[in-house]
Every structure is written in structure tokens, then in C-alpha cells.
């Protein structure tokens, strides 16, 4: 699983303002981590984010695989 960087930036502007740490705070990432996969610092497979984004999307009846691409 990898994230997919491009559409998860333009739902945290859409939700959330833009800001990065509320959505961390309401998915219950760390907004550290989460700002160094969305500024490519880290690498974006990781399986605790997506899986954080998959709850949400299905706690908001949203499509997860808009967010997150599978291998």
C-alpha cells in the first residue's frame, strides 16, 4: 500500500482548511510523520497511514482507494 500524496493533500485542503495537523489529529497520526510523507521525506508506503486513511474514508463513506494506491 502507498499513499497517494497528490489526492490526500487536496482532501486535507478541502476538509480540513489545509491544515495537515487536524487531519493527523483526527485520523490519530502523529502530524510529524505525516508531514514528512506528504513533503516526500519518507517514503509514502506506509501500511500505519494507510490504514489510518482507510478507517477514516470508511467512518466518512468515502472511497479509500481515492487516497491510496495497491500493489
Same mark, same amino acid.
Given at each position: 500500500?502507498?499513499?497517494?500524496?497528490? +489526492? @490526500?493533500? *487536496?482532501?486535507? *485542503?478541502? +476538509?480540513? %482548511? &489545509?491544515? *495537515?495537523?487536524?487531519?493527523? +489529529?483526527?485520523? &490519530? =497520526?502523529? #502530524? #510529524?510523520?505525516? !508531514?514528512? =510523507?506528504? !513533503?516526500?521525506?519518507? #517514503? #509514502?508506503?506506509?501500511?500505519? @497511514?494507510?490504514?489510518? =486513511?482507510?478507517?477514516?474514508? +470508511?467512518?466518512?463513506? %468515502?472511497?479509500? %482507494?481515492?487516497? =491510496? $494506491? $495497491?500493489?
Amino acid at each position: 500500500m502507498q499513499v497517494n500524496i497528490e +489526492e @490526500l493533500k *487536496q482532501l486535507i *485542503q478541502e +476538509e480540513y %482548511r &489545509g491544515n *495537515q495537523t487536524w487531519f493527523a +489529529e483526527d485520523i &490519530g =497520526i502523529n #502530524s #510529524s510523520y505525516m !508531514n514528512e =510523507i506528504l !513533503n516526500m521525506k519518507k #517514503s #509514502s508506503q506506509s501500511n500505519k @497511514l494507510c490504514l489510518a =486513511i482507510i478507517k477514516w474514508c +470508511e467512518k466518512k463513506k %468515502r472511497n479509500y %482507494r481515492k487516497y =491510496i $494506491f $495497491f500493489d
